[in-house]
């Protein structure tokens, strides 16, 4: 059975730093799309940022671009998301996802989410 857990969320200021982990567990994810998503309360879940499994491949939104970097030890099989420059418009619930995707930046296109982790951004 595939378990993501995500990790490293809190409470910070603004301007502020965390970072991330996505662990997977359960089976190869060498073809696999692992993507960080976010939900603000009363919004829909957005892309945030994507990697391949190479790490060849990045993708970012545009609200976070400059500010939040992607990265994976495969040895770990983990996930990061580096997020700098906090601001209070990046609190929501974090969520990573895994799936086989061209399109890594529709969630509906992901197979496996993990249960999510707060971040919040105080002002």
């Known amino acids: 059975q595939v378990q993501l857990v995500e990790s490293g969320g809190g409470l910070v200021r603004a301007g502020g730093s965390l970072r991330l982990s996505c662990a997977a567990s359960?089976?190869?994810?060498?073809?696999?799309?692992t993507g960080w998503f976010r939900q603000a309360p009363g919004k829909e879940r957005e892309f945030v940022s994507a990697?391949?499994?190479?790490?060849?491949?990045?993708y970012y939104a545009d609200s976070v671009k400059g500010r939040f970097t992607i990265s994976r030890d495969n040895a770990k099989n983990t996930v990061y998301l580096q997020m700098n420059s906090l601001s209070p418009e990046d609190t929501a619930v974090y969520y990573c996802?895994?799936?086989?995707?061209?399109?890594?930046?529709?969630?509906?296109?992901?197979?496996?989410w993990g249960q999510g982790t707060q971040v919040t951004v105080s002002s």
């Open positions: 359960g089976r190869s994810f060498i073809t696999d799309i």
């Open positions: 990697i391949s499994w190479s790490g060849g491949k990045v």
């Open positions: 996802a895994v799936g086989f995707t061209r399109a890594p930046m529709d969630r509906s296109k992901y197979d496996y």
